[in-house]
């Protein structure tokens, strides 16, 4: 069955350019998660989407990070203005109604130079 | 603030011996633990997890233990095999098996030598 699906695999962009990371979770699933992994680092919450309820964004790491998901599937993760420091992984998973286990997809491997 | 942390980097351990990855949390008002393992260029896979009544959960050759008093928890891989060589994520959340989002350790490598 298809799983997560996250698209480009593989980003690189120049500092200052703005880019765009999609996801396409598991159908049926209402809860979708962002996370990142820098070099060496842990999985960093980024925002999290549950049906129609205000999204968590508390693990937005600047203003310059914005999600969206439109029509309660697919969704997009916009990072504008690119810095060196926005080099990483960027992981999106989806799940039941918001109950664990998160289901990941393989990821969006971002690098500003 | 590192509210779930895995100390050990890197663990290497012989084909047919048991690995245990450790992890400790910070948070008392985590209640639900989740192991996850990490392939290069892939996203982590969920493994076993345990709740907060429990102090033990076993599946196959993985086995969680949790030590609440001590905010401990640990995996055990018996026998380990070399394809279980990988990243291992623990995690944790304050929601119960209904969560808004885990909270993760910074990973421990696990190389399985024949």
């Known amino acids: 069955g298809a799983g997560v699906s996250q698209s480009p695999s593989n980003k690189v962009t120049e500092k200052g350019k703005d880019v765009e990371l999609r996801c396409d979770p598991i159908s049926g699933h209402t809860a979708l998660y962002w996370y990142r992994q820098s070099l060496g680092q842990g999985l960093e919450f980024l925002i999290y989407?549950?049906?129609?309820?205000?999204?968590?964004k508390s693990g937005l790491p600047s203003d310059r990070f914005s999600a969206e998901r439109t029509g309660g599937s697919v969704s997009t993760l916009t990072i504008q203005r690119t810095q060196q420091e926005d080099s990483a992984v960027y992981l999106c998973?989806?799940?039941?109604?918001?109950?664990?286990?998160?289901?990941f997809g393989n990821g969006t491997r971002l690098t500003v130079t | 603030d590192q509210q779930v942390k895995q100390n050990s980097p890197s663990l290497s351990v012989q084909e047919g011996r048991i690995s245990i990855l450790n992890c400790d949390y910070t948070?008392?008002?985590?209640?639900?633990f989740l192991w996850y393992k990490k392939y290069p260029a892939e996203g982590p896979t969920f493994l076993i997890s345990?709740?907060?009544?429990?102090d033990k959960n076993e599946d196959g050759r993985f086995t969680v233990f949790l030590n609440k008093s001590a905010k401990h928890l640990s995996l055990h891989i018996v026998p380990s095999q070399p394809g279980d060589s990988a990243v291992y994520f623990c995690?944790?959340?304050?929601?119960?098996?209904?969560?808004?989002?885990?909270?993760f350790g910074t990973g421990t490598r696990l190389q399985v030598f024949p």
């Open positions: 948070n008392s008002m985590f209640d639900y």
């Open positions: 345990i709740s907060s009544i429990k």
């Open positions: 989407f549950q049906g129609n309820s205000a999204p968590d």
């Open positions: 998973a989806s799940s039941l109604e918001g109950g664990a286990p998160l289901h």
């Open positions: 995690a944790a959340t304050p929601g119960g098996y209904n969560t808004d989002k885990l909270i």
